[in-house]
């Protein structure tokens, strides 16, 4: 049952011990709380014997050290369960974050084009906050008012099953109609849940599309559109609210006629003469407290019920599988040996049977029209992906028996899309190898041609350059990323359209880089543009994911195929443009 609770709210195995240890205590403060009223009837009982003369009043030493023990009880008990529910889960909260973060940088970069940013936001902050509350003041109360309502019940049935049936039939019945309501209320949450990502979705492209927006004169209507989702979210929050609250409100109010029916079937019992005051007037005090664990409780359950829909996004995520392998990593050398691989997006096939050899010292070049499968080969050979049928070898060792992290030390990776911090030009730089020198920093961006534009910068090498580096060109944005993979000196290098956005003169600086980074590297370079792979060695030819023709370029010339026809569409687009 335990293990059905943990994943049913995405607790770690802590998680789980401090709700059990949240769970007893509340059990504790609950019989400590009715403790108290067993003192008050013991008084009034003795009171009651004073007045029909049949005994004395009980003695003052022996009253106050009941009442100080009582007082002693109730602080030590909330204060455990205090501990034990809010104390406890703010670590499980940093525990749960902690995991989901590294669960998600083992995670295939396959599983990234289901999930969108804002989605996985929304996991590590709304997600995991949601569970927080319900970690912190749901589950703990709820279990421990269940148990130690159990307990008193069937001490209540033992003592008088009639009243005891009078106090508590509302409890069941209020709780069968929240759970009753229980599917209702997880669709709800899930419609506010996929309106919130919208909203999130909306904001973070407005932000990331700012520009492009503002000079397509969009900004009104796409504000009018951000309104619109944010109004839909505004909406279906308030309607599951407002549902909620009624639900909430009407099992309370069933809960609470326990109390008119204990009056009723008191009276009638004592109107008879089968019951005597005293025994009336201790089910009067019981009810009085009994209701009591299950006020908070009552007032969150829906939130419990709306977690379900939090917990299996985030129990989503530990359940994907992640990409494994051995830690030692021992190529006899560094040719890449593509062997029949296929692969598909879903459904979708990407690559069918593609066969090749990328050689060390030599540069393979993977060339052919948008959508034939280059990009996917590249991020294959690092195994960001892993293969559906074939299999990938780097020195004679399949790199999917390879965990990926051992296996990415030996490669270095230039993108078009460049990625950098708003940290200094150094600090950007030092990612290609934790821990380097200033001296090797500095090393790697002469080697990149950085030094040009770095001496203009206000300080240097130690300037901040934004978000994505954002105060910096295209071209001096690739050579930060170049200087990455020298200062790594890897002896793969992967090129996915290094060069691709670049004007002519900065592409000459950035290909002078490249030049330095590939001697004696195994090097899979993917480009458009002819003249960037014109000194390959090697040229693999993709149309519609299957290779339609390799070899080196002279060979490829003669062939008069579709590497052929790309060389002559470029040089007569160039030829155009020259006469233009």
């Known amino acids: 049952m335990m293990k059905n609770i943990q994943k049913a709210y995405a607790l770690t195995d802590q998680g789980l011990q401090n709700l059990k240890r949240g769970i007893f205590w509340t059990v504790l403060a609950n019989l400590t709380v009715m403790s108290g009223v067993s003192i008050l009837y013991w008084l009034m009982d003795r009171y009651m014997n004073v007045l029909t003369d049949q005994g004395p009043l009980p003695s003052v030493v022996i009253t106050l050290t009941l009442v100080c023990l009582f007082f002693l009880l109730s602080y030590l008990t909330h204060y455990q369960q205090y501990k034990a529910t809010y104390g406890l889960v703010y670590g499980e909260v940093a525990t749960t974050r902690l995991q989901l973060a590294e669960r998600l940088r083992r995670l295939p970069l396959g599983y990234f084009g289901k999930r969108d940013l804002s989605d996985l936001t929304e996991t590590l902050m709304g997600d995991v906050n949601r569970m927080e509350h319900v970690w912190s003041h749901v589950l703990a109360y709820l ?6 309502t159990a307990i008193i ?50 904001i973070q492209e407005a932000l990331e599309n700012v520009r492009e927006i503002r000079s397509n004169n969009q900004a009104q209507d796409y504000l009018l559109k951000l309104y619109e989702k944010i109004d839909h979210h505004e909406g279906v929050t308030i309607h599951g609210e407002l549902l909620n609250g009624l639900l909430i409100n009407l099992a309370s109010v069933v809960m609470r006629l326990g109390v008119a029916t204990t009056i009723l079937a008191g009276a009638s019992l004592i109107a008879k003469g089968q019951i005597n005051f005293m025994v009336f007037f201790s089910f009067l005090m019981v009810i009085t407290r009994i209701y009591a664990p299950f006020d908070q409780s009552l007032a969150l359950i829906a939130e419990m019920f709306l977690s379900q829909v939090s917990a299996a996004r985030i129990n989503e995520i530990y359940e994907t599988p992640i990409a494994t392998g051995d830690l030692h990593f021992r190529p006899k050398g560094h040719d890449i040996v593509f062997q029949n691989v296929s692969f598909s997006y879903e459904d979708r096939e990407v690559l069918h049977d593609v066969s090749f050899v990328a050689k060390e010292g030599e540069v393979t070049a993977l060339i052919g029209p948008s959508g034939s499968g280059k990009s996917t080969c590249a991020r294959l050979a690092a195994r960001l992906w892993d293969v559906n049928q074939g299999s990938i070898e ?3 060792v399949d790199i999917s028996t ?33 821990g380097a020198s200033e001296e090797e920093v500095r090393q790697a961006a002469q080697a990149a041609n950085c030094d040009e534009f770095v001496e203009r910068l206000p300080q240097g090498y130690d300037t901040l350059i934004g978000e994505n580096g954002v105060k910096l060109s295209g071209g001096e944005r690739q050579r930060i990323s170049i200087a990455r993979a020298l200062l790594k000196d890897a002896p793969i290098v992967l090129l996915d359209e290094a060069t691709a956005s ?29 003249r960037t792979i014109a000194g390959a060695d090697h040229i693999v030819v993709l149309e519609e994911g299957q290779v339609k023709e390799q070899g080196s370029p002279a060979q490829l010339l003669q062939e008069n195929g579709l590497y052929r026809h790309m060389v002559d569409l470029q040089n007569e687009s160039a030829q155009w443009q020259i006469e233009a």
């Open 143 to 148: 279990y421990g008012a269940y148990i130690s």
């Open 153 to 202: 019940a069937i001490g209540l049935i033992f003592y008088d099953w009639r009243l005891a049936l009078a106090s508590l039939w509302g409890v069941p019945v209020a709780f069968a109609l929240l759970f009753g309501s229980r599917k209702q209320t997880e669709r709800r949450s899930e419609v506010t849940k996929k309106a919130a990502i919208q909203v999130s979705d909306g």
């Open 394 to 396: 780097v020195g004679g």
């Open 402 to 434: 390879v965990d990926p992290e051992i296996l990415l030390t030996d490669y270095s990776v230039v993108f078009q899309d460049v990625t950098l911090f708003d940290a200094s030009v150094t600090d950007n730089i030092r990612l290609g190898k934790h």
């Open 502 to 530: 670049l004007d002519v003169e900065n592409e000459t600086k950035v290909q002078g880089a490249l030049s330095r980074l590939l001697a004696g590297k195994t090097v899979l370079v993917i480009a458009h543009r002819m």
